[in-house]
């Protein structure tokens, strides 16, 4: 069975309003929200090994998984990427410079699963790259930030959870891939009132009423956010509708290097 996992519900949404997406390969899919960064991931993710036939995520009850997709939003570092551009990366590798957990410096992604979102990729018509990830322990949220991430870890791309959850899935023995679309680019900045915006509408629309010039930012972040939230559903689309008909020779060959 293939689970696919997010952080946010923002990020699988469209999963559970369209019945054509619930299967794979004539399988039911399960979807299940994880939560934000290292602690949430864990707390969720553990409950697969202390019950191995069912696990109970944000009140949901499930089967144990065969393989594991995160589909999620990330924050570029490297220039060349677009809102809306899908990454796909080859490595997650870990910030120590802001952990001291022990561990392995990285972890590859299942390569059958990575040939068929190569392949899905490319049947949607999205730009994608085969950059590599980090996962830091907080949002990174200046230019400046992002630049020294690029230039001290050769990474394309920031996240929260791939790290830990490949962990997860490399102990359970689980095929594992993530799949991220970049939210916001290198050179864009993340006010802190706008951290969240995806997960808290409603706080945002406040903020902007009491604090109007924060406005024009809040806007282009929303913009952004619907942006990547399109590029999730369409590779998911073709990747969920078509298992058996992807053109795994040609995927790899797709993928557009730095």
């Given amino acids: 069975m293939l689970t696919i996992i997010a952080a946010m519900e923002s990020e699988i949404a469209y999963l559970r309003q369209d019945p054509t997406l619930s299967r794979w390969g004539g399988v039911a899919v399960q979807v299940l929200v994880v939560g934000v960064g290292q602690e949430a991931v864990r707390s ?5 090994l202390e019950a191995p036939n069912s696990v109970s995520t944000n009140g949901a009850t499930s089967i144990r998984p065969n393989q594991l997709l995160l589909l999620g939003f990330a924050g570029a570092v490297d220039p060349a990427l677009a809102c809306g551009d899908l990454v796909l990366a080859g490595r997650y590798y870990l910030d120590r410079d802001t952990t001291e957990e ?3 410096d990285y972890f590859e992604p299942d390569s059958s699963l990575l040939e068929q979102a190569g392949a899905a990729a490319s ?3 999205l730009a994608w ?3 590599e990830s980090l996962t830091v322990s907080r949002p990174v949220v200046t230019g400046e930030e992002k630049a020294a991430i690029h230039r001290r870890h050769s990474v394309g791309a920031v996240n929260m959870e791939d790290y830990w959850v490949a962990e997860f899935a490399a102990r359970a023995e ?3 891939l ?3 679309v970049v939210i916001d680019t290198a050179s864009q900045a993340i006010p802190s009132y706008a951290i969240g915006l995806q997960e808290r509408r409603w706080g945002a629309l406040a903020s902007a009423a009491v604090r109007p010039w924060h406005l024009p930012n ?3 972040l929303a913009s952004n956010l619907r942006v990547a939230q399109r590029s999730l559903r369409r590779f998911a689309t073709a ?7 992807l053109d795994r020779e040609e995927s790899l060959q797709s993928i557009r290097t730095s």
Avoid at 44 to 48: A, N, Y
Avoid at 239 to 245: A, E, G, K, V, Y
């Fill in 218 to 220: 809040l806007v282009s």
């Fill in 178 to 180: 993530a799949v991220r």
């Fill in 123 to 125: 049947a949607s018509g």
């Fill in 129 to 131: 790259r085969g950059v």
């Fill in 44 to 48: 969720s993710l553990r409950r697969w």
């Fill in 239 to 245: 990747f969920l509708r078509n298992p058996d008909r």
């Fill in 174 to 176: 689980i095929p594992f």
């Fill in 102 to 104: 022990a561990g392995k």
